[in-house]
């Protein structure tokens, strides 16, 4: 009878190992790779857009996205890893629980963004999506990084 409750509980363990997607090496892979097409992007249009092509212009340019990037990694991937943890342990983590994620971790920041270049808080701070620009820049990596998780699984 001990032997037989065992190997039930071993039966369970394993078929509950088994529904998680994605390891935590993954997710954290996943998570620090996910700003990078946009900040490349970014880099590359504030260059051009701007003509400054002097060597000196560039590395302050460099910086300036190597500055948002530690940000990034600072105060978002660890809210970010949290939720994609609960998510993928109860098999939820697909492309709209991350979009829905990005938008929910991306709120706070748009509103103290917003307080920073005004010194008050908007009173309609809710009707900041309504901007195309805030929701492509809360959704974009949300994509990259479901993106990143996919390529990551199947490279393993």
């Known amino acids: 009878l001990q032997e037989n409750r065992y190997s039930m509980n071993s039966y369970w363990v394993d078929k509950r190992i088994k529904l998680v997607k994605y390891s935590n090496e993954q997710i954290v892979k996943a998570l620090l790779l996910a700003p990078l097409p946009l900040l490349f992007l970014t880099t590359v249009l504030f260059i051009a857009v701007n003509h400054e092509y002097s ?6 340019v460099l910086v300036g996205h190597g500055l948002i990037y530690l940000a990034y990694c600072i105060l978002t991937v660890p809210f970010s890893y949290i939720f994609s943890i609960l998510l993928n342990r109860y098999n939820s983590l697909n492309l709209l629980t991350i979009c829905i994620t990005s938008l929910i971790i991306a709120t706070p920041f748009f509103i103290l963004l917003g307080w920073g270049h005004t010194g008050k808080i908007a009173e309609d ?14 959704l974009f990596p949300g994509l990259c990084y479901w993106l990143f998780l996919i390529n990551l699984k199947d490279k393993e």
Do not use: D, E, G
Request: charge should be positive; aromatic fraction near 36%.
């Open 125 to 138: 701070w809710w009707k900041m999506y309504t901007n195309t620009w805030a929701s492509f820049l809360a």
């Open 55 to 60: 060597l000196y212009s560039i590395f302050v």
